[in-house]
Structures are given as C-alpha cells and as structure tokens.
C-alpha cells in the first residue's frame, strides 16, 4: 500500500465549476501536508501546505486536512482553463525530512 | 531569483548505455534532492543531499546509479548502466535546509527535468 494515495482522474471540467481533488494518506507521522502544481513537461511547483489539521485559503485554493480519517482536499472555485494541469498531493515527515507524494490527478478545464 | 536549472532537458538512449544528468540548486539552498518521476506516477526521491553529505539514498539503486554532489552545488546523477525500466522525468530540487531537525517544511524548489528515455 503506498503512503500516500490520490485520486486517479483524469478529471474534466467546464470553465467556472468548482473542483474537488482528494488523496488519502497512512502515516501517522505526517505533519505537513502539500500541493503541487504541474504543468506539461514542466517541474511541479508549490501551491499550498498545510500544517497538521484544519482549512488554508489562498484566493480560489482551498486546502483541508482531516488527521482523523486521513484525508487529504484542494478546493478549486471558479476553476479557469489555466487551472489544467496534474495536481499531486504530498506529505511531509519530519522526522524522517522527506515528502511522498500522490501519483496526481490530471484536471482539464474547458473553456 | 534564478530557478533551479537542469540539463540535459531530453536525453535518448540505449539500454546498457550510460547517461549522466546535471542539476544546479539555487543560490543558498543547502539542500538538494534527485526524484525519478515514470509516467503516470508522482516523484519518487532517489537521494537527498544536505551541503555535500548524503542525507537519504535508501531507494536509489546502487548497482546502477549514482550521484554526487562536490562542494555542496552543482550535483550529477548517473546511471551506468541503463535499463528500460530507468525511462522516466529526472526531477532535481532545493529547499533552504530539508533536515528533520529544522521540524518544519522547507518549500522544494523543482527544475523542469530530464526527460529520459532508454530504447
């Protein structure tokens, strides 16, 4: 079983829906909780993280973490073309200093 | 700020044959990481260096890769020699400190990667 599980997708959407990606994890230990950006033949790069459990908005980014039940949410609202990309999630342990990461959901938004 | 940069972008190869990647950080990053990345599938972390000593190489296969980091900078990361299964996205990042002591999440800094693939 991985450590950190995600939604497969691909997902496909129109212009303005709001979106709903989700992963799941297993270790305990996790601490932070991330996600990531990545388009096309480019590297992922940071969008959020989150600290232990609870919500963090950043404009129309929404991330949430249940510790209880291990769950993992970004909240897309009024998701635009530009939004299409791979979204991977990932968590980080701090006591072993690395991240693991989701094989990520492909999101397509259409005009 | 200049990003982390990475070359070569695309490298074709044969199997058996050897490949090395080159990776440098951003400025100040102490920390710097190797991930394989197959299609399909999220980063995998290969290795992580702290300045120039290595922090975690636990999933890099030694038989066939290796990788170094001189002077706490630039790093390479060879395969030698390569197999089908080595295809994927080499990814290199950075972060400020990665270690566990620091007991918080230092953002990773990815390049655009080399895009490998062995025929």
Known sequence: QKEVEQDPGPLSVPEGAIVSLNCTYSNSAFQYFMWYRQYSRKGPELLMYTYSSGNKEDGRFTAQVDKSSKYISLFIRDSQPSDSATYLCASFNTNAGKSTFGDGTTLTVKP | ?119
């Open chain 2, 1 to 119: 700020e200049a990003g982390v940069a990475q070359s070569p972008r695309y490298k074709i190869i044969e199997k058996r044959q050897s490949v090395a990647f080159w990776c440098n950080p951003i400025s100040g990053h102490a920390t710097l990481y190797w991930y394989q990345q197959i299609l399909g599938q999220g980063p995998k972390l290969l290795i992580q260096f702290q300045n120039n000593g290595v922090v975690d190489d636990s999933q890099l296969p030694k038989d066939r890769f290796s990788a170094e980091r001189l002077k706490g900078v630039d790093s390479t990361l060879k395969i030698q020699p390569a197999k089908l299964e080595d295809s994927a996205v080499y990814l290199c990042a950075s972060s400020l400190d990665g270690l566990a002591s620091s007991l918080s999440y230092n953002e990773q800094f990815f390049g655009p990667g080399t895009r490998l693939t062995v025929l």
